[in-house]
């Protein structure tokens, strides 16, 4: 059988149908998927010391060294709990003592007068020198460790990609040649070949280099390839009446920050065509312009919502329909109500549609009432979750559409929401998570950005602090003066078990707790996601009302509405959060009058768990966390890398801004010159489209 780069995984010499399935673990069904299963590390066995030479290297260092093997035995430990395997190998300067742990099987695979290459540590064992659990290979050089399951080692995995590397040669070179030279990268062939088996720590580097570029490349140019296809689509131009958004202003109950004037502004000039020339005229504004693509970013408190309502009161104003999607009912409710304290006394109708509440300026309405409202254009403002993407409804006139949270939402759904109007709605997606800039560039290329960086007046610093088990009796003490004080404390849950996806177990759990060893006086509510939303909602209006004391919720559930007597945020299990999301909890208290706090607790306070969690203590802006997180954590925990398919990255890091420019760059230069010059491609892109789920 002659072997390709579509050949199965269970058709390769060595493999079979028990490894095949070991291998589909790591997605590796073909040839060509094993090929592009990069290693994660390197053993390097090419720099070889003279056992001579080692006892002036100091106790610890990692060695490498090749030796004969002179004698191998297994013997039993003094208590008989383990097996240990001795060995003694020389080369011409000397000899030395390697031990190996519950590894009795070495006597068969490692044969006596045959010489090995070892790499490990050595220590002083009985007065002498030991290499302790060294790894062996029969050739010294760099060799690859690759990401495993159980069952299928490295050492298997060399083996069986050795062979194919002839292979190599029918990939296809997609990069264009003036990129390549232009970025001075490697070919893709010498790349695959040099990150499976380097000659040299710089061959490696310049592989990681390729691919990485690859990797970055076919992102950016997938963003705007987005955003052209975006800019080619009319939607309605709306005409500006600054008098009119001036007299709405400065109705609203308090001032704009700079930053909320800033981000309107630009939301308008997408809206209506005059970020094209700012001193134009409406008279002399075009009909239909590029809809705008844009994306609000802000802390938690930051005033997006109404920033939102400016431009939505523009649109409607123009006579066409906003819809505003949120991702939880929670979360859509509040909106609701916000945006009708806003927007209800400038004679506007505004719809709240989920699949368990539906209402029309404040009332209870029909289901099938609002649907024809919505039809017949009646409603201005449609807020809601996934309900709005039922298909029996429909926007005669479309302007306008949010989304909220938009790493909840993939590009697929925000395509629906458009496809609900016969007009080319603009788009403003929302999101509460603060990203560092470069992360941005990488993840939302297509979208134009507008940040809140500022906060209302009013709003307080959160005093955060990290408790140690010791100290947790005194913050239950502190709780409770709280709590005499008539204050309301939120307590999150972290989830625990896998199997446990929402975390109701842990929320539970410390409910009872709570409920009956810690605060049995106190009233409590429990919220999780599994509770319907008339539950959902009766405990979070309960809690809101000052019907319970302390509210027990998991992380999955939003908790979003402002309770302003709140002053205390306590989350259980901190170190299971990403720093962002911990800053999200934290910006829910801190919202009236009252000084409030966070308090960290940590079940397995470890350096590296103290390092990060500090962070937050000494941090209270979200984009300097953010940047925190990626240096702390890496890309794939922060929000909205899983809806991008960005966990798949093989190669390339998203903390790397370096190569994210670069690739911005020449993906600009490639579009700009018309990527149907490039066949090979425009292939390849549609290829990474459906493995990175960029759809």
């Not at 064992?125 to 029969?138: A, F, M, T």
């Not at 399951?149 to 069986?160: C, F, M, N, P, V």
């Not at 070179?173 to 990129?179: D, S």
């Not at 300026?361 to 289901?367: I, P, T, Y």
Request: net charge positive; aromatic share 8%; charged share 30%.
């Amino acid at each position: 059988m002659a072997l390709t780069l579509e050949t199965k995984i269970e058709q390769l010499a060595g493999v079979g149908p028990k490894m095949s399935q070991r291998f589909k673990k790591l997605g590796i069904e073909s040839v060509s998927d094993l090929l592009f299963h990069y290693p994660i590390r390197y053993d390097d066995f090419s720099h070889i010391k003279p056992i001579g030479q080692i006892g002036a290297m100091g106790q610890m260092e990692p060695i490498c060294i090749k030796g004969k093997i002179l004698q191998i035995r297994n013997q039993r430990s003094p208590k008989g709990r383990m097996f240990l395997t001795h060995a003694l190998i020389a080369d011409d300067s000397g000899s030395i003592k390697a031990v190996w742990f519950n590894q009795p099987f070495l006597t068969r695979t490692l044969r006596k007068g045959e010489e090995y290459v070892f790499a490990g540590r050595i220590a002083y064992q009985d007065g002498s020198l030991v290499i302790k659990n060294p790894s062996y290979e029969r050739e010294a050089r760099i060799l690859p460790v690759y990401p495993e399951t159980q069952g299928l080692t490295s050492k298997y995995i060399r083996k069986i990609i050795k062979p194919l590397l002839f292979l190599t040669k029918d990939i296809v070179e997609y990069l264009p040649e003036e990129v390549r030279a232009s970025q001075n990268l490697i070919t893709l062939y010498d790349a695959i070949n040099q990150i499976h088996f380097p000659e040299s720590h710089t061959l490696i580097q310049k592989a990681k280099e390729r691919l990485a570029f690859d990797e970055l490349f076919l992102i950016q140019l997938k963003m705007l390839k987005i955003k052209r296809s975006w800019q080619k689509l009319k939607a309605p131009a709306m005409k500006f009446d600054k008098e009119l958004i001036r007299s709405m202003v400065a109705k609203l109950p308090f001032k704009l920050t700079n930053a909320q004037r800033r981000a309107a502004w630009e939301i308008i000039g997408d809206l209506t065509g005059r970020h094209q020339n700012q001193r134009a005229k409406s008279k002399n504004q075009k009909e239909e312009i590029p809809p705008m693509n844009r994306l609000l970013e802000g802390d938690v408190g930051s005033g997006k919502t109404v920033v939102a309502a400016i431009a939505m009161f523009l649109v409607a104003k123009n006579g066409y329909q906003s819809a505003f999607m949120a991702p939880t009912e929670i979360l859509a409710i509040q909106h609701y109500r916000t945006l009708t304290n806003l927007l209800l006394d400038f004679g506007l109708n505004l719809a709240l549609f989920t699949h368990g509440k539906n209402e029309l300026n404040g009332q209870k309405e029909k289901r099938g009432v609002m649907v024809k409202k919505i039809r017949n254009g009646e409603i201005d403002i449609a807020i809601g979750t996934h309900a709005l993407l039922q298909s029996e409804i429909r926007f005669p006139k479309l302007g306008l559409a949010i989304v909220d949270e938009q790493h909840r939402f993939g590009i697929r759904q925000r395509a629906m929401l458009r496809s609900k109007s016969k007009t080319v709605p603009h788009l403003l997606s929302m999101s509460a998570t603060p990203i560092p800039r470069t992360l941005s560039l990488a993840l939302y290329g297509d979208l134009d950005l507008s940040i809140l960086d500022e906060m209302p007046q009013g709003r307080q610093k959160v005093a955060t602090y990290l408790i140690p088990p010791e100290k947790r009796g005194s913050a239950y003490g502190f709780i409770k003066k709280q709590i005499k004080e008539g204050r309301q404390v939120f307590v999150i849950c972290p989830l625990i078990e896998e199997s446990d996806r929402l975390g109701v177990k842990s929320a539970t759990e410390e409910y009872e707790r709570l409920k009956k060893e810690v605060f049995p006086e106190l009233k409590i509510g429990l919220l999780h996601g599994r509770m319907k939303t008339k539950e959902k909602e009766s405990i979070m209006e309960g809690f809101k009302k000052g019907k319970y004391n302390i509210l027990v919720s998991t992380a999955v559930v939003e908790v979003g509405v402002d309770v302003p007597n709140a002053t205390i945020m306590m989350i259980e299990g901190a170190e299971r959060f990403g720093l962002a999301q911990l800053h999200q909890f934290r910006g829910r208290v801190g919202r009236g009058k009252y000084k409030s706090y966070c308090f960290l607790f940590t079940e397995k306070p470890s350096d590296k768990t103290i390092k990060r969690l500090t962070a937050l203590v000494r941090l209270d802006d979200g984009f300097k966390l953010a940047e925190k997180d990626l240096e702390l954590r890496g890309p794939g925990e922060l929000y909205g890398t899983r809806q991008h398919g960005f966990l798949d990255l093989k190669m390339a890091s998203l903390t790397d801004v370096k190569t994210i420019k670069r690739a911005r760059e020449e993906a600009e230069r490639l579009v700009e010159r018309g990527l149907e010059n490039y066949p090979t491609l425009i292939k390849k892109l549609e290829e990474f489209d459906k493995e990175r789920r960029l759809e």
